[in-house]
């Protein structure tokens, strides 16, 4: 059996692996007994299971995606908003105000919302050729005193970083307020000089997305110590381990009958009430 190796940049139509033991997924298809890339990234093994990280595409909405997006033109409907995709969807000013509120005198939709004004909402519709947006609190709305950085919106999972890893060293290290996009758009707020040191790192990453080491480049850019670096990366590979161990044993008990699983959990003992014969 052939296999690619994890982590390895791949272009579409590239043989991943051969034999019908993997299993493909993202980005991938099967062609006979091949897995092939269908789009240009990096490979991704776990287990049997291929698929590929897209390095370059498009923004593709779904229900529920969380978005920045730039009100580029306005009705007595609504907004129309720019997200980076060809379509541009509308926000209805009922998402928005209250219909009570509306029929007020002094009701001025500008003030909501205007032509320029860079906006946090959620995707609520997302068809062929209709996408529809929602504001589902008040952390939703106008952003304000910030700067926009824009990356392709597949780069977004590494800004996150493993279980939210690499977005807060972000916040933590610069006290920035970073609202990230699924569409890659990314607001940032805080000092104008930490606003920058972020924007450095956020298209630092963008561009060495697909490299290792990264964690540790981002560290530096943020000025942390080589100390600290190193004790942070020595916490994280122990974490990874004991992952990585309780992962094995949930492998091995999946694959044993359920009846060898309780055999091999320690049975509880038994207790005696008082007046109970022994």
Known sequence: MDMIKDKEIVVPGQVLAKGMDFIPSSAT?????????????????????????????PYMP?????????????????????????IKPFLTVNDVVPKFKQRSSNFDMARIFNIGDIIRVT?????????????????FGRLNNGILVKIPSVKVPRVIGKKGSMISLLKDFSGCRIFVGKNGWIWISGDSDKELMIEKAVKLIDKEAHKSGLTEKIQRLLGIPEED????????????SEESVADEIQ????????????????????????????
Not at 31 to 57: F, N, W, Y
Not at 65 to 86: K, L, P, Q, S, T
Not at 123 to 139: F, M, P, V
């Open 29 to 57: 298809f099967r062609d006979g007994e091949d897995i092939v890339a269908s789009r240009i990234g990096l490979a991704q093994v776990k287990g049997r299971v291929i698929q590929v990280i897209p390095l370059t595409g």
């Open 62 to 86: 779904e229900v529920g995606d969380v978005v920045i997006g730039r009100i580029v033109d306005m009705n007595y409907n609504g907004w129309e908003i720019d997200i980076g995709h060809h």
């Open 229 to 240: 670096i190193k004790r942070m990366k020595e916490s994280l590979l122990e974490e990874n």
């Open 123 to 139: 995707i609520i519709k997302a068809a062929k050729n209709d996408i529809k947006l929602g504001t589902r609190d008040r952390t």
């Open 251 to 278: 492998k091995v008990e999946s694959a044993l009958p359920e009846e060898e699983i309780q055999e091999k959990k320690p049975k509880a003992k038994k207790t005696t009430k008082k007046g109970d014969k022994k």
